[in-house]
Every structure is written in structure tokens, then in C-alpha cells.
């Protein structure tokens, strides 16, 4: 049981930490490959759109455009919402399209009325066009899709300025030496490359896997005693049995090779089900028991189902690093027992 | 024919809880021949047979198995002789449980790599033999003493074996139980097995069967009869 459960455990982090890494890979995939920042004394601040053409005068550059989003704190809830305007197809003014998490902490739908506090004071009463599908809620959950007047209505941004910009490239190669060029030309901008975003998500979700790894650390040292109790010896059943096999004529390693397959078939077995169990956990319960630690603490957990990824290395090193010891652990003592004389293995069991 | 030549057999030697537990000891067990080697409990009785069944080695002295000198070969060699030539009958029965009748019965002849279909045969007719057929596919720890016994019996026939070792194989039976297995013994012997029976149930020692009896006490031989 103890077997059982440190696979499934151990397996279900794996699992859910390689399956977030592997959605947010893919969600990342769609992002732009180069996002420009303006930083004043080291903070983000608003990037004037006039920089756009001198981005779009570098070689190279395909297209570029200013972004605007900004987190809302709404405090009815006490969640932070991302609002956006989204690039094409943003939502007339005075509408909105939320998140699936926004609609379910709000409890809104279409045609309901969201309010949202005014740079300048006062209350902007938005309503709800539509909710984004749940399909992408793992960015999505927290989105308010709003148009430009809108977005300037609640953070009071100017009109010249943009939150960032974003450019796309012709030649992926071409990427670091056209962030320099940029760094070179807006020496008060930041350059962050989808690249980095995919390692930053890797860090983070591996770092809480650890995290997660390290409180299993219990349940691996009770693994640890298990297995060493098996190893420092054998109940009186196992003995009389090897007594008795010794007795009617097997050979030693005929003991050690019964012993080991024995020991193959429990561990595999607890291994294919602690392993089965987890996919089960991760996959069809959305990691229930590991959610908190590996999505973050939020008000507005976004719900999603991840999709099924294996990561077959991962698999393997579990395998290694439960089956072979547990294994060993079983080889040793029947080796003990089987390597002395049948009748002193039978003398104490008369 | 099995002969011991001085066999001594120390436990512990060197050791403050050294125990002697058989003396030197000479004796000749003739082929085809039904023996008791009977003595109270602790006398020594069953290092003899384990001495004689390749279970121990003995402390000094020298032990011959249908003319082959045992003492000196190395495990392997041992363990193929103790399959090979000896069928064994425990006091405890020493089935393993969790295993049917009929794997109990076959586990002796696993390590000679015969097919299973073929030892099953052979088991069926042993089961056949002891009519326990229908108790084959049980397991071991639902049987009754009797039961069991005979299990215990046909476990120490599948490698067809010359020789057949019973130690107080007679402590868990009624009488009725014990008249039945010294038949069986008889018939064992009448097939041309040697049986060697140690026990200090006059059920054993005085049936008609029994063609010589050693009397043991104290790790030595003191008599014999018959």
C-alpha cells in the first residue's frame, strides 16, 4: 500500500508538472516571439506608439503593434482580473467578454452588468457580451476582453501610449540581434523573447514540482523504511518457506530467481498501478490533491482539463527508483536465508 | 544403502552454547528396507535424518548415499542428491499455504525444468494414488490433518525417489491416520524404496512393517531391535 501510494504520488507530480509545462509550451507557442517593455528608474511604464515605426524601420522586423492590458483589482470579489484589448475583434464599447473564471466568481453571463472603477472616479458599467470558450482557460480564466475607450476609461492611460508592444519576425534566427538592435535604438526599453517566457514557465512549474517532491519526502522515507525492513529480514513464514523449498531440493539461486520474480511481480504491479492511478488524478480530476501548490494561490483558479502528456524519462527514473530497490530489497534477506542449511532454516520452526 | 562412518554432528562449536547432538556415530541403513530410528523428543533423531537427507553436513565423520561419500561435495551437488534420491515427510506437514494441493505436490520437481503439463501428470497420479483428487486444486490451508498428510506424501514421491524420509510423521495423526500411513510406508517399500522413519510412537516402531529399529538417546545409538 505504502508502494502504492509514493508511485502514485511521486507520478501524479510528475505528471501534472510536465503536463502544465507542456500546455503552457503549447499556449506559449501562439505568442508573440518578441515583446518590447518600457522601463522608467527599472518599473514598467507605458510605451509611447510613436516608438512603433522605429521598431518597424529595423531589417527584419515583419510587423509590430501596441498592446493594452493592465490588471483590475475587483474588490467585490477580491480577485485580479487581466483586461485586454485584444488585437482584432474587440468588443464594441460598453461590452465586454469575460473568462470562464471571471464569469464563475462573478456568477455573470451574457447580458449581465460588470462594474468597474473609473481612473477619474465614478462607476463603468460594462456588459457581458459573451464568455470565452473553456477550451484555453488555462490563460483565459482570468481575461476581460474590453475595447480601447473602455480599457483608457479605467486606467486613465493617454491615447499615444500603449501597455507594450509585441513584433514578429521574418526569420526566428534573426531574433536576439534584432532585440539588440531595438535595445541599441530605445535604450529605455526591455526585450523579453517568447523564449525566455518558456523558460520562466518551466522554472516556475518545475520549482513548485520540487516543492511538491520535497513534502513527498516523507512518504519516500517511509518507502525507504519499508524496504529496509524487508532487507534486514525475513518474517518467520518467509523463512519456514524457504526452509521448506531448500528442503525438498531447490538451489540456492533457484530461491534468489523465485525471490526475485516475486519481488518484480509486486513492485511492477504497485508501479503500473500507482502510475495508472495518478494518470487517473491528473488527467480526469485535474490533480485535485496537487492543484493549489503547482497552479499558484488565486481567488480565480482557472478549471481546465489538462491534456494527457507523458513524459517518458520522468516515468523511467521513477521506475528506477522504486521497482530496482524494492527488488534488491527482497533479493538480500532470501539470499541470507537460502545460503544456511535447510534444517538450521527448519530447526526453529519445528 | 546409506552408511554413517563416525558421523558426529556439533552445534554452536567453539561457541559457549556448543551442543552436541549426535555423538559419533556408525550405522548402516540397508536398501529396499523399512527402518525406524526411534528415541524420546530431543535425542537426536532428527539431526540424523537431516545428516542422512543432505539437509547438514556432519561435524567430522564421513556419510555414504548408494555408495557415493556425500560429506565432502559442494552445495550444488548436495542439493541435486537430496532432490533427486530423497523424498522427504516433515512432522509439520510443511506445506507452504497460499499454494494448492497440487503445486505443494510439483514444487520438489520446479528446479529440474521439466514442463509443467508433465509434473501435473505425474501429481494427478499420485493424487490419484492417495485419493485426494478432488482436494487437488485446494488450497493447502483447507485441508484436514489427514489431507494434508497425504499431500505431504505425494510432495515427497514426484521426483520418484529411492529413499523416503519421514520425521515423526505420525505426531498430528488419531490412530486410525497412523495405521493408514505405515500402509502406506509398506507399500512405498514394497515398491523397492528405502524408508527411513524416525518417531517414538509405538504405532511406528512396533507396526509389522518396520524390519529394524535403532534405538537413539542422547545423540547416540544405544540398541537395536528386530
Known amino acids: 500500500m505504502v508502494y502504492i501510494l509514493l508511485v502514485f504520488l511521486m507520478a501524479s507530480v510528475m505528471l501534472a508538472t510536465s503536463a502544465i509545462r507542456k500546455e503552457a509550451s503549447l499556449v506559449l507557442r501562439e505568442a508573440p516571439e518578441m515583446v518590447i517593455q518600457r522601463t522608467v528608474a527599472g518599473r514598467q511604464d507605458p510605451i509611447p506608439l510613436s516608438y512603433l515605426d522605429q521598431i518597424r524601420d529595423i531589417p527584419g522586423v515583419m510587423s509590430c503593434e501596441g498592446r493594452l492590458w493592465g490588471y483590475y483589482y475587483d474588490p467585490v470579489v477580491g480577485a485580479n482580473y487581466t483586461l485586454l484589448v485584444p488585437g482584432s475583434g474587440e468588443p464594441a464599447p460598453g461590452t465586454i467578454t469575460i473568462g470562464p473564471g471571471v464569469a464563475r466568481t462573478r456568477t455573470s453571463g451574457p447580458g449581465d452588468i460588470v462594474e468597474f472603477k473609473k481612473v477619474a472616479g465614478g462607476i463603468l458599467e460594462l456588459e457581458v457580451a459573451s464568455i470565452l470558450p473553456d477550451r484555453s482557460e488555462l490563460v483565459s480564466s482570468d481575461l476581460v476582453l474590453v475595447s480601447p475607450e473602455d480599457f483608457r476609461a479605467v486606467f486613465g492611460s493617454a491615447p499615444g501610449l500603449a501597455t507594450d508592444i509585441v513584433a514578429r519576425v521574418a526569420n526566428p534566427r534573426e531574433l536576439v540581434t534584432i532585440a539588440e538592435k531595438i535595445a541599441g535604438r530605445l535604450p529605455d526599453t526591455r526585450i523579453i523573447l517568447r523564449d525566455e517566457m518558456l523558460r520562466t514557465y518551466d522554472a516556475v512549474f518545475s520549482w513548485r514540482g520540487g516543492i511538491l517532491a520535497l513534502l513527498l519526502l516523507g512518504v519516500m522515507l517511509a518507502f525507504v523504511i519499508v524496504s529496509w525492513d524487508k532487507a534486514s529480514g525475513l518474517s518467520p513464514e518467509e523463512r519456514r518457506e524457504i526452509g521448506v523449498l531448500k528442503a525438498v531440493g531447490?538451489?540456492?539461486?533457484?530461491?534468489?530467481?523465485?525471490?526475485?520474480?516475486?519481488?518484480?511481480?509486486?513492485?511492477?504491479?504497485?508501479?503500473?498501478?500507482?502510475?495508472?492511478?495518478?494518470?487517473?488524478?491528473?488527467?480526469?480530476?485535474?490533480?485535485?490533491?496537487?492543484?493549489?501548490?503547482?497552479?499558484?494561490?488565486?481567488?480565480?483558479?482557472?478549471?481546465?482539463?489538462?491534456?494527457?502528456?507523458?513524459?517518458?524519462?520522468?516515468?523511467?527514473?521513477?521506475?528506477?527508483?522504486t521497482v530496482v530497490p524494492y527488488a534488491v530489497a527482497t533479493i538480500v534477506p532470501s539470499w541470507r536465508a537460502s545460503v544456511t542449511d535447510p534444517d538450521a532454516v527448519m530447526k526453529g520452526l519445528r | 544403502m546409506i552408511a554413517l562412518d563416525r558421523a558426529r554432528k556439533v552445534f554452536g562449536q567453539g561457541r559457549p552454547n556448543e551442543f552436541t547432538a549426535l555423538h559419533e556415530t556408525s550405522l548402516l541403513i540397508e536398501a529396499d528396507r523399512m527402518t525406524v530410528i526411534r528415541g524420546p523428543s530431543g535425542s537426536g533423531k532428527t539431526t540424523l535424518l537431516s545428516l542422512i537427507g543432505c539437509m547438514a553436513r556432519p561435524t567430522s565423520g564421513r556419510i555414504h548415499v548408494l555408495g557415493r561419500e556425500i560429506t565432502s561435495l559442494p552445495e550444488r551437488f548436495l542439493t541435486e542428491i537430496r532432490r533427486r534420491t530423497f523424498g522427504f515427510i516433515f512432522q509439520q506437514f510443511h506445506l507452504i499455504p497460499g499454494l494448492t494441493a497440487l503445486e505443494n505436490v510439483i514444487l520438489p520437481a520446479y528446479p529440474t525444468g521439466e514442463r509443467r503439463s508433465v509434473l501435473e501428470k505425474r501429481a494427478a497420479g499420485l493424487f490419484e494414488l492417495f485419493d485426494i483428487t478432488a482436494k487437488s486444486r485446494s488450497r493447502v490451508e483447507w485441508l484436514s490433518g489427514g489431507e494434508a498428510q497425504r499431500v505431504t506424501i505425494a510432495r515427497a514421491l514426484i521426483n520418484d525417489p529411492a529413499v523416503v524420509i519421514a520425521d515423526e510423521p505420525t505426531a498430528h495423526l488419531d490412530s486410525k491416520l497412523s495405521g493408514e500411513f505405515m500402509a502406506t510406508m509398506g507399500r512405498l517399500r514394497d515398491e523397492g524404496r528405502t524408508v527411513l522413519i524416525a518417531s517414538h510412537d509405538p504405532l511406528v516402531y512396533d507396526h509389522p512393517s518396520v524390519e529394524r529399529v535403532f534405538h537413539i538417546r542422547d545423540g547416540r545409538i544405544d540398541g537395536e531391535s528386530r
Open chain 1, 250 to 321: 531447490w538451489e540456492t539461486s533457484d530461491v534468489i530467481l523465485m525471490k526475485f520474480w516475486e519481488g518484480a511481480v509486486v513492485s511492477l504491479s504497485a508501479f503500473s498501478l500507482g502510475v495508472l492511478l495518478a494518470y487517473v488524478h491528473v488527467f480526469f480530476f485535474s490533480a485535485r490533491l496537487f492543484a493549489p501548490v503547482l497552479k499558484g494561490w488565486a481567488v480565480l483558479y482557472p478549471q481546465f482539463r489538462l491534456i494527457p502528456f507523458v513524459d517518458v524519462s520522468q516515468l523511467t527514473a521513477l521506475f528506477f527508483l
